[in-house]
């Protein structure tokens, strides 16, 4: 199979399948990280189209020392569902949504491909797997898009605690994820 | 700090979760230690394995055709871009950003009363008023902004484009005062043409500006760039833009 880096590569050069492959490759997971960000379906879209109309225009300074092609696109996503989150002024519900995740990630229908049912339970054991004050901390980083002092006055926690918790949280996760996904 | 502290900021940052002082702070440091760097690179993997925790939604069918669409449009948009002269070389970084630009963010030709701006530009400079007069520009419906950076990295500055009232409002951070006998000059381009002036300014001691500048008639922009000019201001370009943004409508 080609590689993702090679489908970014022809899409450098203006190759409009490679970006259809890119997309039947991590539309999904783009659709599901903009979902669980902004919520509703219809910006989902919008946030999906931006995230691949960005990759597009970018993929000549894709740079695969700096990570994978699936990371480089959840980053974009991120990005953009956090921007449109603030734009509509819809924070706090974002807020409400990030810490629902770790409750709902149980019981939902099974993804199409098996490599990310399978990265995903992965992910979803080591989440669990953090004390409980630490996995709070990191999802409001990374689906709420805190800050460490937005965080700690949204826990009320002091900022230090909030600190060593995203650190401590991290480097164990980094652990028990090996490190390397791409 | 000591290099055991800065390694400390690597999971933040990778989380993009660090303050705005320390952020700055850690990238200034970035800049010069790979253990750092390696360190927030393998953090970075771990958060974007994140995304996985996403729960599976089921995109909608039409949305792969969107995708393909809006690459078609950004195409177009780039096709209609000539190339740039050789002479003017930073128009070619111009005329790459204008590739950046997803198109829709539309032009905007409302015919604006030019006594009504010229009188909210001398309002805009010094008076109690100033401040209505600026926010009021900077909060109207349709108005483009236009994020100035240079790398991500201070100086940068916030553009906002009130087309109705043909004004900008130009806010800069972390620029020092241009150096004696120069001052920086503020450009709109349009696509494929010559930049053209919309003034100059100068910031204070504490590299703070905030000011509002004439948009000549008729002129609509779609990237906006600062450079630094003898003192008065230049017809054309005579540097390297140092800051640089494109145009976008607001929300």
């Given at each position: 199979m080609t590689s993702d880096h090679a489908l970014v590569q022809r899409m450098a050069a203006g190759d409009e399948r490679a970006l259809g492959e890119l997309y039947d490759r991590h539309g999904r997971a783009a659709y599901a990280l903009a979902c669980a960000i902004v919520g509703e379906r219809a910006d989902a879209d919008e946030v999906v189209v931006d995230v691949f109309g960005q990759a597009w225009r970018a993929a000549a300074q894709f740079e695969p020392a700096r990570g994978s092609v699936g990371s480089w696109l959840a980053t974009i996503a991120r990005t953009r569902a956090l921007d449109l989150v603030r734009a509509r002024g819809r924070r706090s519900r974002a807020l409400e949504r990030a810490a629902q995740l770790s409750v709902e990630s149980g019981g939902e229908p099974a993804d199409r491909t098996v490599e990310r049912t399978e990265a995903r339970g992965l992910v979803t054991r080591a989440l669990a797997d953090l004390p409980e004050p630490q996995r709070r901390a990191i999802e409001l980083a990374y689906?709420?898009?805190?800050?460490q002092s937005e965080i700690a006055a949204q826990l009320s926690e002091p900022l230090g605690t909030v600190k060593t918790r995203i650190r401590d949280g991290m480097v164990k996760l980094r652990t028990l994820l090996g490190g390397d996904s791409t | 700090m000591t290099d055991h502290e800065w390694l400390a900021l690597a999971a933040p940052y990778a989380l993009d979760a660090l303050d705005g002082d320390d952020r700055a702070a850690f990238e200034a440091h970035l800049a010069g230690c790979e253990q750092c760097r390696v360190e927030v690179a393998s953090f970075r993997e771990v958060a974007g394995q994140?995304?996985?925790?996403a729960p599976a939604v089921e995109p909608a069918p039409g949305l792969r055709d969107r995708v393909i669409a809006e690459a078609r449009r950004v195409r177009l948009l780039a096709s209609r871009i000539p190339r740039p002269a050789s002479r003017i070389p930073w128009l070619a970084a111009a005329a790459a950003l204008v590739l950046a630009l997803a198109a829709g963010y539309g032009y905007w030709r409302e015919r604006g009363d030019r006594r009504a701006l010229e009188q909210a530009v001398l309002l805009a400079?010094?008076?109690?008023a100033a401040r209505d007069s600026l926010l009021n520009a900077v909060l109207a419906p349709n108005v483009g902004t236009a994020n100035l950076a240079a790398t991500g990295k201070p100086p940068s500055a916030r553009l906002f484009w009130n087309p109705a009232r043909r004004v900008v409002v130009i806010a800069v951070f972390d620029l020092p005062p241009a150096p004696a006998g120069r001052t920086y000059q503020l450009w709109g381009i349009a696509t494929g043409k010559a930049p053209v002036s919309l003034g100059v300014f100068n910031p204070g001691p504490n590299g703070r500006l905030t000011t509002a500048l004439a948009v000549p008639a008729e002129l609509v922009f779609q990237v906006t760039a600062v450079t630094e000019e003898p003192a008065g201001g230049s017809?054309?370009?005579t540097q390297t833009p140092f800051l640089i943004g494109e145009v976008r409508r607001s929300e």
């Open positions: 689906f709420g898009g805190l800050s | 994140l995304a996985l925790v400079r010094d008076s109690l017809p054309q370009p």
